[in-house]
């Protein structure tokens, strides 16, 4: 690695404290050939950014971890995924700085999605991919010195992804310069209902024969 990246102390956080409504189930403890979905994303995450923490919510039940994997909770109720950002950042502001974060419901994230992402940090604030003019903001780079501005914003009642990521200076990468690695976009595929999951499912089976790129 070069530039940026070799000198950037990287830390992850996924994202797991969503109560799944809309799926029925727990989205973490959905299966994925020999793993669960969020085993899954954690083993991609950490091919990019060590260590790696677990936003989530008090008593949640989850799929086990590599030892190495911490948890982090939620310190505001309802406050959705900057919340767990927030807490994530909190855990690792003293090892390091920036924070790789990712949703646990992404099957398709890619490593070299992802540190291509990291690469594009340069003097920036953060990095968001960007798909037909909006961001995706919970799939992001943030350098640990959006931590004040974060809590500030969460103190004040704010809980817009979106807004964070705009109001700290995050770069908006265009998903054309990620065309390259995943022509098909596929790292930006979410599971949110179970038709999703098993369109996910299907594709990862389908791999072999048609040569998706969406799967890992």
Not at 47 to 76: G, H, W
Not at 123 to 146: D, F, K
């Amino acid at each position: 690695m070069t530039g940026v990246v070799a000198t950037l102390r990287l830390g992850g956080i996924v994202l797991c404290g969503g109560e799944s409504r809309r799926m029925g189930r727990p989205k973490a403890w959905l299966r994925f050939g020999d793993e669960y979905l969020l085993q899954r994303v954690v083993r991609i995450v950490d091919q990019v950014a060590e260590p790696v923490v677990i936003a989530t919510r008090p008593n949640m039940k989850l799929p086990a971890l590599k030892p190495a994997c911490s948890f982090v909770y939620d310190r505001q109720d309802h406050a959705g995924p900057l919340a767990g950002i927030a807490a994530g950042m909190t855990a690792l502001r003293e090892e390091c700085d920036a924070v790789l974060v990712s949703p646990c419901d992404h099957p398709f994230i890619n490593p070299e999605v992802l540190l291509r992402m990291v690469q594009s940090l340069g003097g920036h604030q953060g990095v968001a991919p960007e798909r037909n003019g909006m961001t995706i903001p919970t799939l992001a780079v943030y350098r640990l010195s959006t931590l004040p501005l974060l809590q500030e914003m969460l103190r004040t009642g704010e809980r817009r992804a979106q807004v964070f990521a705009k109001t700290c200076g995050a770069l908006r990468l265009d998903h054309t310069k990620l065309a390259d690695i995943d022509p098909d976009l596929c790292y930006l595929s979410n599971l949110n209902e179970p038709e999703a999951y098993a369109s996910a499912l299907n594709e990862v089976s389908a791999r072999p024969a048609k040569g998706i790129s969406c799967a890992l």
